[in-house]
């Protein structure tokens, strides 16, 4: 089955250090995802791709976060700095850009920020 | 604004008994509607989704949703639960027309007991 893969799974890090989480979408998937995911907000829309292009990053904090797709194999999600409160599991999605088809999700990546 | 509400955060049910997660959505616009499920440590899986046509839909491991247009609703059902469906579920939606953004409610946490 293909897979959406993130890496890595866990990162642990100090406070005022950069972060990169990285995203394989499903080979032919057009469209990607970053969702975070809190207990106390749930479910988060970062960001999202189309064809490599960013189409709406509101959901991003401007001034740490940034998103990136460098070629159509590999999304990245950079904090610099980061701040404790980004401690969340960070999830990518792809999909196949219809916009009534499923989105298929990675494991995450469980970021702590001490 | 669109949203989705999921009724229960928490759901306990003994093992082999029937159980109903409640999702209802505000829209003023035609949305897709799906479920996921998420086990510990995991991303999101497809459970099951609602296009068009028949308003029951099945989805993988027993669960159904029907699609209550005049109620706004898409509750999953099971008649008969394993403890292996103890998991996170999440209703979403995906407004007709806005690049197939996933909007999700705050998830129900289902809790199977022997």
């Known amino acids: 089955d293909a897979r959406v893969t993130q890496t890595p799974r866990h990162k642990v890090t100090e406070m005022g250090q950069e972060v990169t989480m990285r995203c394989q979408p499903i080979?032919?998937?057009?469209?990607v995802f970053w969702y975070r995911q809190t207990m106390m907000q749930g479910l988060e829309l970062l960001a999202y791709?189309?064809?490599?292009?960013?189409?709406?990053d509101s959901g991003m904090p401007k001034d740490r976060f940034s998103a990136e797709m460098p070629d159509a194999t590999l999304a990245t999600l950079k904090i610099q700095p980061s701040e404790p409160r980004d401690s969340a599991v960070y999830f990518c999605a792809s999909g196949p850009g219809q916009g009534s088809q499923p989105q298929h999700f990675g494991d995450g990546t469980r970021l702590s920020i001490l | 604004a669109q949203s989705v509400t999921q009724l229960d955060s928490q759901v306990p049910v003994f093992e082999e008994a029937p159980v109903e997660l409640r999702c209802n959505y505000s829209s003023s616009v035609s949305v897709y509607l799906f479920w996921y499920v998420q086990y510990p440590n995991q991303g999101l899986q497809l459970l099951l989704k609602?296009?068009?046509?028949?308003?029951l839909v099945k989805g993988i491991n027993g669960f159904e949703a029907e699609f209550n247009k005049s109620q706004t609703s898409f509750h999953l059902r099971k008649p008969s639960v394993h403890i292996s469906d103890t998991a996170e579920y999440f209703c979403a939606v995906i407004i007709y027309n806005q690049g197939g953004k996933l909007i999700f409610g705050q998830g129900t946490e289902l809790s199977v007991k022997p």
């Open positions: 080979l032919g998937h057009n469209t």
């Open positions: 791709f189309r064809n490599r292009a960013p189409l709406d």
């Open positions: 609602y296009l068009s046509g028949s308003t």
